[in-house]
């Protein structure tokens, strides 16, 4: 089936850095999500993007829909502690299931 | 409201019980969603219900088995489940099933344990 590559796996930076992560995929999409889980609860939607090229932004948080419409990055600026958890991307081709990647774990340091 | 509630929190359960999960969006979506998450995985999806009818069924062992009562509840039942069925079980709803505009909100789980 078809899978979205999310890199990196994990990070571990300090407090104030700025963080970047990235989804890739071998097929076209037409929605692209960013999710953050934290331990013991569910995954919370932070940014959507619906158009290629689209460029949209959540507080220190700031995603891009690639304009080749198979690949989305997360720039989270001036990390804090608060920002630890688990990042998922997920992605739609067309209409069809939402299709994740495999997260990326970030811890802060303070 | 823009909230996908779940009950229970936790659920410990031995091999040949019967329990019920339970989620509720007051949203008005129309796409209601259960996932299965391991530790560290992504979320894999069980069952869709496109309006409060089963639309999609990953393949999903009939020892769970899904209900919509109505368009703001989904339950799912559990019946003879194994140990490694133990897992984050997640609920998420979006306004229109399939849509292109169509953002998922995710509950906060219930954790279940089979013994």
């Known amino acids: 089936g078809q899978q979205l590559n999310q890199s990196p796996q994990s990070m571990f930076i300090q407090e104030g850095e700025d963080v970047s992560m990235n989804c890739t995929s071998s097929?076209?999409?037409?929605?692209w999500l960013w999710y953050k889980q934290e331990p013991g609860e569910g995954p919370v939607l932070l940014i959507a993007?619906?158009?290629?090229?689209e460029l949209t932004s959540n507080g220190r948080l700031t995603a891009q829909f690639g304009i080749t419409r198979k690949d989305s990055f997360l720039n989270i600026s001036a990390s804090i502690p608060s920002d630890v958890g688990i990042y998922f991307c997920?992605?739609?081709?067309?209409?069809?299931?939402?299709?994740f990647g495999q997260g990326t774990t970030l811890q802060v340091k303070p | 409201d823009t909230e996908v509630t779940q009950t229970p929190k936790h659920l410990v359960m031995g091999m040949t019980n019967k329990k019920s999960l339970k989620c509720e969006q007051h949203?008005?979506?129309?796409?209601m969603y259960w996932y299965k998450q391991k530790a560290k995985k992504p979320p894999e999806l069980m069952f869709v219900?496109?309006?409060?009818?089963?639309?999609i069924n990953e393949s999903v062992p009939s020892r769970f088995s899904p209900e919509c009562p109505n368009s703001s509840l989904l339950n799912l039942h559990l019946h003879a489940l194994q140990p490694e069925d133990s897992a984050l079980y997640l609920c998420?709803?979006?306004?229109?099933?399939?849509?292109?505009?169509?953002?998922?909100?995710f509950g906060p789980g219930t954790r279940l344990t089979v013994l």
């Open positions: 998420a709803s979006s306004l229109l099933p399939g849509g292109v505009e169509d953002e998922q909100f």
């Open positions: 097929s076209i999409f037409n929605t």
């Open positions: 993007l619906y158009k290629a090229g």
């Open positions: 997920a992605g739609r081709p067309g209409t069809g299931k939402l299709i």
């Open positions: 949203m008005g979506h129309r796409a």
């Open positions: 219900y496109s309006y409060e009818k089963l639309s």
